[in-house]
């Protein structure tokens, strides 16, 4: 089993839409999640990360975690088209984040 | 605002031939990270280093592979015989005191 998977796109959504992106995860003693942005032929770049369960908001973004089901959700509120990225879910398994695992990653693009 | 920078971007070389990737990680960090990204493929991790030693490597990372800090600002990745397979993006990441992974623009290496 992967240890980070990651709902498959590409998504596409209109402008001002509440979008959606999803991780699983199979190791329940996972504390850190993050969510990477990285645009065309760009390095990712850190967006949100969380500590342990509950819900974390930045602006627009909000980053979920249910650690019963070992779900991580990132939401998009009012999606704009520079939000048009990949979205990565990562998850630093020794907890030091001396490495990463990334999930696959979701395309958005988010239509004028 | 302080950022890594990679050069070169754009690197083609030929099957067989050594290829030396460089970064030059945010001053202040300690750790250092090559991740590649085959085209259209996730994120993945290949070696970490701290201390001027490696720190974990993954299985991707081979004897074909070596990192190296041969001053107080480069970090390096040498490929000492290409083979077609290593065509990818190779992203340097440095870290520093607040955990958060700080990713370089990428080096896209192609081998013909």
Redesign the interface.
């Known amino acids: 089993q992967k240890e980070v998977e990651q709902d498959p796109g590409p998504l596409s959504v209109p402008e001002g839409a509440i979008v959606s992106l999803n991780c699983t995860y199979s190791n329940s003693a996972f504390q850190y999640f993050m969510w990477y942005r ?1 645009y065309s ?6 967006l949100m ?1 969380t500590y342990s369960s509950g819900n974390k908001e930045d602006g627009r973004f909000t980053a979920q975690v249910d650690k019963s089901s070992k779900y991580i959700s990132l939401f998009i509120r009012d999606s704009q088209p520079s939000d048009s990225a990949t979205y ?1 879910c990562a998850i630093p398994p020794s907890g030091s ?9 979701t395309q958005l693009t988010v239509l004028p | 605002e302080p950022e890594v920078t990679q050069t070169p971007s754009h690197q083609v070389t030929q099957m067989g031939q050594e290829v030396i990737l460089r970064c030059v990680p945010i001053s202040n960090h300690l750790y250092f990270y090559w991740y590649r990204q085959i085209l259209g493929q996730k994120v993945e991790f290949l070696v970490s280093f701290y201390n001027n030693e490696i720190s974990e490597k993954s299985e991707i990372f081979d004897d074909q592979f070596s990192v190296e800090r041969p001053d107080g600002s480069n970090f390096t990745l040498k490929i000492r015989s290409t083979k077609l397979e290593d065509s990818a993006m190779y992203f340097c990441a440095s870290k520093g005191d607040t955990g958060e992974l700080f990713f370089g623009e990428g080096s896209r290496l192609t081998v013909l």
């Open positions: 990285q032929r760009k390095g990712p770049e850190l990360y990565l984040a001396r490495q990463l695992t990334f999930g696959s990653g």
